[in-house]
């Protein structure tokens, strides 16, 4: 796969760990921060209305829509999940039969080096990105894939919007009265607020 991304789709499918721990919430803030300051939409599964279709093909149509996605494998713990390597599955199925430009475009990332090869060894030829499971490790590795036309923001912009973003997380989680992130409407209140404060900011 390429190292770098331009040209696509604004919709980026982001594949994390549904943890409200603080340090997931901030992985997820940093991501969210990253792509809103590229100018792209993440999009995540909770997004999604439940139409009878049932959540596996939810999350295909939504995933085959995306020219790109993310996959954070960081969340290795008891007990073990598999969710977040099955939708890397179904990103991989994409790519494998996509032709062309509509090709399907993934990209891994991880906390730290070599994990890949022992839980997921026939990914073997992929390197993941790693960041270390800190906000400025997501924020250096999203900016070393996607481009945005006209030039990226630097990382100290982008760590600038992730804590103005950061800051707002309380209040909306007492305005939506939640302990987390993982909802519909906290969520997308969080990226609109994201992107016009990085418009604002010239990003």
Not at 94 to 107: A, I, Q, S, V, W
Not at 129 to 153: F, T
Request: with cysteine; proline share 6%; aromatic share 8%.
């Amino acid at each position: 796969m390429p190292s770098r991304i331009s040209g696509a789709s604004a919709d980026v499918f982001l594949n994390i760990p549904y943890d409200a721990s603080a340090e997931f919430e901030a992985l997820l803030v940093a991501y969210t921060a990253s792509l809103v300051a590229i100018g792209r939409r993440p999009r995540l599964t909770f997004e999604l209305p439940d139409d009878g279709a049932g959540r596996m093909r939810r999350i295909f149509a939504l995933l085959r829509s995306c020219p790109v996605s993310f996959h954070d494998l960081s969340a290795v713990a008891l007990p073990v999940r598999f969710n977040m390597p099955f939708e890397l599955g179904l990103a991989c199925a994409l790519r494998e039969t996509g032709k062309g430009r509509n090709r399907h475009r993934f990209h891994i990332f991880d906390s730290k080096p070599y994990q890949l090869q022992i839980h997921l060894s026939d990914l073997n030829a992929l390197d993941p990105k790693i960041h270390g499971g800190k906000v400025d490790g997501v924020v250096k590795s999203v900016l070393d894939i996607l481009d945005k036309p006209g030039g990226a923001p630097s990382a100290r912009q982008v760590l600038q919007l992730y804590r103005e973003m950061n800051q707002l997380v309380p209040i909306l989680k007492d305005e939506h009265r939640r302990k987390d992130l993982f909802g519909r409407k906290i969520y997308g209140e969080l990226v609109v607020l994201g992107t016009t404060i990085a418009r604002d900011r010239g990003l």
